[in-house]
């Protein structure tokens, strides 16, 4: 710990126990020196001790600053101890402090002595002059709530969870298998997670556990039966990633409209250098103008996505998988009309009953030879091996997919060989990773446990 070593300072320590000595303006309990330095040395609680009114207040603004400082000094509190044993003994040495008993213990009174004054050590001393061994021990008897993130690694290296330090101790491991989570929760209050399956096998041993955050939309990796029947709210995070997702789709969708993998390739293989002609039609390509957009999926993602593709000139029409989604400005369409009218299909639906596999082989019989889909929604939405048929056979211009059945893809995909032609581009479920996007869902997660918290105070 952090703390540790910077108490190792003995000649700063033998200044504070004087200064804090001088400020008790009487002989000081040797039990108390025990906490001094520990606090002395935390710039977190130093930081509010010329500004706060008096200790309880330092104590608050510290906690919502380093809510774990208080459980860091109580878990490591012998050997602190030791630390400031060493420096009361090397103060007495060099003649700074001595002891004298006082009603049969013994306390340290000051030898006076021209000692650069520090301010804090000062107030600190004053305030614990008023104050009884139990009243300084208060903040150190109370348990904070363990925060425990189980997939860091997932929101990207270059995303600061150290926020949510401010609600209580935290641990942030970049990866767990359901193994390792059992392990980590175990004694936890609240987990924050994206990816990790938590059922019923990995969250019966977490006794204190009351809250799970999702860094996600989708709570299919939760158990909510078992949560709901065990007290534990689950939150998700939702509407972080409409923007993105609408401008990942266009880009998948021009890549391949566009032909741009042609034209970047004619032009990096020096082959326009060679050219008679100022221009290149090596790959005909066509206005999205006039053309007809087919949405899977009307929420806020869908309806940002019609909302540019009216922008581009398209007329957009959909379908909705629940049969629950109606807009007034935009056509609802039964599935099979929509792909037999659309020259581009857009997914943007969740995956259930209703929509696994929608995408097979009897859907591509229906759409256009010159259509291209797009997969922003969820990869089981379309049967793979049907899909690479229908590419292979030409039944359809063209995909773009960033999401897939198996997340990494799997070496024995169908698509894998595809990947390299002018009709399919995958990325790697990417769509929703913007920076301000993951920095936007970290601050949504954040708040919905700061609520959770709010809510719950005793």
């Not at 091996?385 to 359809?396: S, V, Y």
């Amino acid at each position: 710990m952090k703390l540790i070593e910077q108490m190792k300072n003995e000649d700063l320590g033998c200044v504070l126990l004087y200064n804090f000595t001088l400020g008790y303006n009487r002989p000081v309990p040797v039990s108390i020196y025990d906490y001094v330095l520990p606090l002395l040395f935390s710039e977190s609680f130093t930081s509010h001790i010329l500004s706060a009114s008096g200790y309880k207040e330092c104590v608050e603004e510290t906690i919502k600053e380093e809510p774990a400082l208080f459980d860091d000094i109580r878990n490591q509190l012998e050997e602190l101890k030791q630390l400031t044993n060493r420096t009361l003994g090397l103060a007495v040495v060099n003649r700074i402090l001595a002891f004298e008993m006082v009603d049969q213990q013994a306390c340290g009174v000051i030898q006076t002595r021209s000692i650069l004054p520090f301010n804090e050590a000062i107030r600190l001393g004053e305030w614990f002059n008023q104050l009884t061994l139990e009243e300084i021990t208060v903040p150190f008897s109370t348990q904070t709530k363990k925060i425990v993130i189980l997939d860091g690694e997932t929101l990207g290296d270059d995303i600061d969870l150290t926020l949510f330090k401010k609600l209580g101790s935290l641990t942030i491991y970049p990866a767990s298998t359901q193994e390792e989570a059992i392990e980590r929760i175990a004694d936890a209050h609240y987990v924050l997670v994206n990816k990790v399956v938590l059922d019923e096998k990995v969250l019966k041993t977490a006794e204190h556990l009351e809250y799970i955050g999702l860094f996600a939309t989708g709570t299919n990796n939760i158990d909510l039966a078992y949560c709901q029947d065990h007290q534990i709210t689950v939150k998700n995070v939702s509407g972080y990633s409409t923007d993105i997702v609408a401008q990942h789709t266009f880009a998948l969708l021009l890549y391949l409209y566009e032909k741009m993998a042609y034209y970047d390739h004619y032009v990096q293989s020096g082959d326009y250098c060679k050219s008679s002609s100022f221009s290149h039609f090596g790959m005909p390509f066509n206005e999205l103008s006039g053309k007809t957009w087919g949405i899977i999926g009307l929420g806020q993602i869908g309806c940002q996505v019609a909302k540019i593709a009216e922008a581009f000139g398209c007329h957009v029409i959909y379908y909705s998988t629940s049969g629950q989604n109606h807009h007034e400005h935009y056509q609802q369409v039964p599935f099979l009309t929509l792909l037999e009218q659309s020259d581009i299909v857009s997914i943007h639906a969740p995956l259930n009953e209703q929509t696994y596999h929608l995408f097979n082989g009897k859907a591509f019989a229906h759409m256009k030879r010159t259509a291209y889909l797009i997969n922003v929604g969820r990869g089981p939405i379309i049967d793979e091996f049907e899909l690479a048929f229908a590419l292979k056979h030409h039944l359809i211009a063209g995909a773009g997919l960033d999401v897939l059945e198996t997340e990494p893809m799997s070496k024995d995909s169908p698509l894998l060989p595809l990947c390299d032609s002018q009709h399919l581009v995958i990325t790697p479920h990417s769509a929703w990773a913007a920076v301000e996007t993951r920095n936007r869902l970290v601050q949504f997660a954040f708040s919905n446990l700061l609520a959770f918290i709010e809510e719950n105070v005793e």
